[in-house]
């Protein structure tokens, strides 16, 4: 179990927001991933039994998430909000550029706030859900998706063992992800009602290893560790790992598949004035209890 007593910082934001800025002109090429996960987000978010007037779309990308949920759940005002300016002007009419670790709206603004693959970015999340939630009015809801522990877990597996064979060690390349577990803990340590977290597994397929990469470029999701090696992979330890993925992982046709894990959270602002969040009168949410597994291929 992580101790998410005392935050650290892990992640270099403004590096973040420089890959999501430089992905921005050509990010409509490489959105796959988010869109199909916008999609599978507010399939959950139908399931819930109530419309929302005021919505928050936050670390929105381009905004498909939030676009999806105003309408099929009948938002009057929708804030999109993301560090990075060249992405959130594509979002919508009512863009704030802004950073989830730092959210520059008041108490109880919206009913209902949602995230796409944006908070696995966040250095301080138990810091970052406790916002969200004072920024849902009582009785809001706050459903989410980000990528957990399993993603790109054959990537890091060869380029890891490729680093230790060419030379002699191996330090980390990308992004430590949180685990199922650990968001369902976070989600009630952060005070909200009825918190629920399960996950879902989409496998993309590539060519190879390269064309893998480049889409993790145009999705602006390299790695943006503060403690990152300043110094690239050499070629040789690429050419080995590309081998390696391809020995160990390669499917019958020849592609590569990649894991991307999507862990999905929910949970509602605590509404004093409702005695108890058990009775049949609220609004409920049908989660699946096993893990569902989709494939998708990809730009390679």
């Given at each position: 179990?992580?101790?998410?007593?005392?935050?650290?910082?892990?992640?270099?934001?403004?590096?973040?927001?420089?890959?999501?800025?430089?992905?921005?002109?050509?990010?409509?090429?490489?959105?796959?991933?988010?869109?199909?996960?916008?999609a599978s987000l507010v399939e959950r978010l139908q399931c819930v039994r109530r419309s929302f007037c005021h919505a928050l779309d936050l670390g929105c990308h381009t905004g498909t998430a939030g676009r999806l949920a105003a309408s099929v759940k009948g938002i009057e005002r929708l804030v999109s909000c993301d560090l990075s300016r060249p992405l959130v002007v594509q979002a919508g009419d009512l863009a704030v550029v802004a950073d989830e670790e730092a959210l520059p709206f008041a108490d109880e603004s919206f009913d209902l706030i949602l995230s796409n693959l944006s908070l696995h970015w966040v250095n301080d999340l138990p810091g970052a859900l406790i916002q969200i939630k004072r920024a849902l009015r009582p009785d809001?809801?706050?459903?989410?998706?980000?990528?957990?522990?399993?993603?790109?877990?054959?990537?890091?597996?060869?380029?890891?063992?490729?680093?230790?064979?060419?030379?002699?060690?191996?330090a980390p390349r990308l992004s430590p992800l949180t685990t199922l577990s650990d968001a369902g803990q976070l989600l009630r340590?952060?005070?909200?009602?009825?918190?629920?977290a399960d996950v879902e597994t989409i496998t993309v397929t590539y060519a190879d290893m390269v064309r893998l990469m480049?889409?993790?470029?145009?999705?602006?999701?390299?790695?943006?560790?503060?403690?990152?090696?300043?110094?690239?992979?050499?070629?040789?330890?690429?050419?080995?790992?590309?081998?390696?993925?391809?020995?160990?992982?390669?499917?019958?046709?020849?592609?590569?598949?990649?894991?991307?894990?999507?862990?999905?959270?929910?949970?509602?602002?605590?509404?004093?004035?409702?005695?108890?969040?058990?009775?049949?009168?609220?609004?409920a949410m049908v989660y699946p209890t096993a893990l569902t597994t989709s494939e998708t291929n990809g730009n390679g």
């Open positions: 179990m992580n101790d998410y007593s005392s935050p650290m910082t892990v992640f270099d934001r403004r590096l973040v927001r420089s890959r999501r800025d430089r992905a921005a002109s050509g990010f409509a090429d490489y959105e796959f991933l988010f869109d199909e996960s916008a809001g809801f706050f459903i989410a998706s980000m990528l957990g522990g399993d993603t790109l877990k054959e990537l890091r597996h060869c380029l890891f063992e490729a680093e230790l064979e060419i030379s002699g060690g191996a340590r952060a005070g909200f009602a009825l918190p629920v480049k889409d993790l470029r145009g999705m602006g999701e390299t790695s943006a560790l503060l403690s990152r090696p300043r110094r690239p992979l050499g070629r040789a330890v690429l050419l080995e790992a590309a081998r390696r993925y391809a020995e160990l992982y390669a499917e019958p046709d020849g592609r590569l598949p990649a894991t991307f894990q999507i862990l999905h959270l929910a949970g509602w602002a605590p509404d004093p004035r409702i005695a108890t969040f058990a009775d049949g009168s609220r609004p």
